[in-house]
């Protein structure tokens, strides 16, 4: 009897123990798949889905980060083989464990031609099709990543140094970075070299960011979501007659209200009250 009353309390506290286990384990792995719901500043690899979806998508086999550092042009100028960009995300990466990221000031992305990375993924949480061009071939060129920002408080040449080491580092040349000269007003005889990013052709590579040099990177890439803002389907560039297409059924709208029944001369120049 005895026994079987031990062999009870053990069956007991094992399953207890399995219990509370089981519960700390769901409160851990909902505690962390929140962080990184919360960490929304990961840069994918070329071709990713929109975050949410990479997440349900991606079965975190690993073969994007295999193809992207197991390439013959993967090579320094010493001729040792070079880190691949994607990294595998682990424990303390603070994004979803075994999904691939990349760090541009560690690994950007070296924009290979044959994107190596995108025909092998197997669930379609990279997706081909988007960069394809209109001559069916794989490009690039199309693939949105991120977008590059430039700290102007921060970056040298909006000081007046002559700087260009982001322009001179970007894989699309000329078009992705642009260099703007502005009169130097304070000296009245030098100018300003300015990096503008292009929004409509950055890949979000990173390789600007890699190759600045400031203590921290003035210029940085971002998800293309955070980078950006949106200005709403209301507005109209009123110079664009695409853009004009989008209302050219809508109808107008007028509020009235105790200041529209004036004239505007019965309150323009006026004091407002608030």
């Given at each position: 009897?005895?026994n079987?009353?031990?062999?009870?309390?053990?069956?007991?506290?094992?399953?207890?123990?399995?219990?509370?286990?089981?519960?700390?384990?769901?409160?851990?792995?909902?505690?962390?798949?929140?962080?990184?719901?919360?960490?929304?500043?990961?840069?994918?690899?070329?071709?990713?889905?929109?975050?949410?979806d990479?997440l349900?998508?991606?079965?975190?086999?690993g073969?994007?980060?295999?193809?992207?550092v197991?390439?013959?042009s993967n090579?320094?100028?010493?001729?040792?083989?070079?880190?691949?960009t994607?990294?595998m995300?682990?424990?303390?990466?603070?994004?979803?464990?075994?999904?691939?990221?990349?760090?541009?000031?560690?690994?950007?992305?070296y924009?290979?031609?044959?994107?190596?990375?995108v025909?092998?993924?197997?669930?379609?949480?990279?997706?081909?099709?988007?960069?394809?061009n209109?001559?069916?071939?794989?490009?690039?060129?199309?693939?949105?990543?991120?977008?590059?920002v430039?700290?102007?408080?921060?970056?040298?040449?909006?000081?007046?140094?002559?700087?260009?080491?982001?322009?001179?580092?970007?894989?699309?040349?000329?078009?992705?970075?642009?260099?703007?000269?502005?009169?130097?007003?304070?000296?009245?005889?030098?100018?300003?070299?300015?990096?503008?990013?292009?929004?409509?052709?950055?890949?979000?590579?990173?390789?600007?960011?890699?190759?600045?040099?400031?203590e921290?990177?003035?210029?940085?890439?971002?998800?293309?979501?955070?980078?950006?803002?949106?200005a709403?389907?209301?507005?109209?560039?009123?110079?664009?007659?695409?853009?004009?297409l989008?209302?050219?059924?809508?109808?107008?709208?007028?509020?009235?209200?105790e200041?529209?029944?004036?004239k505007?001369?019965?309150?323009l120049?006026?004091?407002?009250?608030?």
């Amino acid at each position: 009897m005895a026994n079987s009353n031990n062999n009870r309390r053990k069956f007991m506290a094992t399953t207890l123990q399995s219990v509370g286990l089981t519960a700390l384990g769901g409160l851990l792995w909902s505690g962390y798949s929140d962080e990184v719901k919360a960490s929304p500043l990961v840069l994918r690899p070329p071709a990713a889905i929109e975050e949410d979806d990479f997440l349900k998508a991606c079965i975190k086999c690993g073969l994007c980060a295999e193809a992207c550092v197991n390439r013959d042009s993967n090579k320094n100028s010493d001729g040792s083989q070079r880190d691949g960009t994607l990294i595998m995300a682990k424990g303390g990466d603070h994004k979803m464990i075994g999904t691939p990221f990349f760090v541009p000031t560690e690994t950007p992305c070296y924009m290979c031609d044959d994107i190596p990375c995108v025909p092998v993924c197997p669930s379609g949480a990279l997706d081909m099709d988007s960069v394809i061009n209109k001559d069916n071939e794989l490009d690039i060129n199309l693939a949105k990543m991120g977008l590059a920002v430039v700290h102007k408080e921060s970056c040298v040449a909006f000081w007046g140094i002559q700087c260009d080491a982001c322009y001179r580092a970007c894989p699309i040349q000329g078009e992705a970075i642009t260099i703007e000269h502005q009169k130097n007003e304070r000296t009245g005889k030098h100018a300003y070299l300015l990096p503008i990013v292009h929004s409509d052709i950055c890949t979000g590579c990173g390789l600007c960011e890699k190759a600045c040099i400031t203590e921290e990177p003035a210029i940085f890439v971002l998800p293309v979501k955070e980078a950006t803002g949106v200005a709403g389907s209301h507005y109209v560039k009123g110079w664009d007659e695409k853009d004009q297409l989008r209302v050219k059924d809508a109808k107008e709208i007028h509020t009235v209200d105790e200041r529209s029944e004036q004239k505007a001369s019965d309150y323009l120049n006026m004091e407002v009250e608030y």
